[in-house]
Nanobody, 118 residues
Framework: VQLVESGGGLVQPGGSLRLSCAAS????????MRWFRQAPRKERELVAR????????YYGDSVEGRFTISRGTDKDTMFLQMNSLNPDDTAVYYC????????????WGQGTQVTVSS
C-alpha cells in the first residue's frame, strides 16, 4: 500500500488549494478514504471522509461548507478541494486508509504542508 499526497503550499487567506492523494497497492474502489490534518502543537484531526463508492461524505465541523472531498473517476486518486482558507487551516494534511475487513491496518501518506498566511 502506498499513499502519496501532493498539492500543498502557501496560500493567502480566502484562497483555495486542491490536494491529491495517489493510492496504489490495494483495491482503491473497495475502501473508504479519509483526510486528516495536524497543526503544530495540536492533535491530528479528521477533516473529511468519503465512502468507497464516493456517494457518502463526511466533514469535520471546522471545514464543513468550505472543503470538498472526492474520488477520481479514472485513477486511484482522492482529492480535497479547499476553499475560503484561513490561518486556522494551516497544518500538514495526510491521506489515510484503514485497510482490511476483519483485522485492519492503518496506512498514512507522508503528508503535505498547507500554510495559510498573508
Amino acid at each position: 500500500v502506498q499513499l502519496v499526497e501532493s498539492g500543498g503550499g502557501l496560500v493567502q487567506p480566502g484562497g483555495s488549494l486542491r490536494l491529491s492523494c495517489a493510492a496504489s497497492g490495494f483495491a482503491f474502489s473497495s475502501y473508504a478514504m479519509r483526510w486528516f490534518r495536524q497543526a503544530p502543537r495540536k492533535e491530528r484531526e479528521l477533516v473529511a471522509r468519503i465512502s468507497s463508492s464516493g456517494t457518502t461524505t463526511y466533514y469535520g465541523d471546522s471545514v464543513e461548507g468550505r472543503f470538498t472531498i472526492s474520488r477520481g473517476t479514472d485513477k486511484d486518486t482522492m482529492f480535497l478541494q479547499m476553499n475560503s482558507l484561513n490561518p486556522d487551516d494551516t497544518a500538514v494534511y495526510y491521506c489515510y486508509l484503514q485497510y482490511g475487513l476483519v483485522y485492519s491496518t492503518d496506512y498514512w501518506g507522508q503528508g503535505t504542508q498547507v500554510t495559510v498566511s498573508s
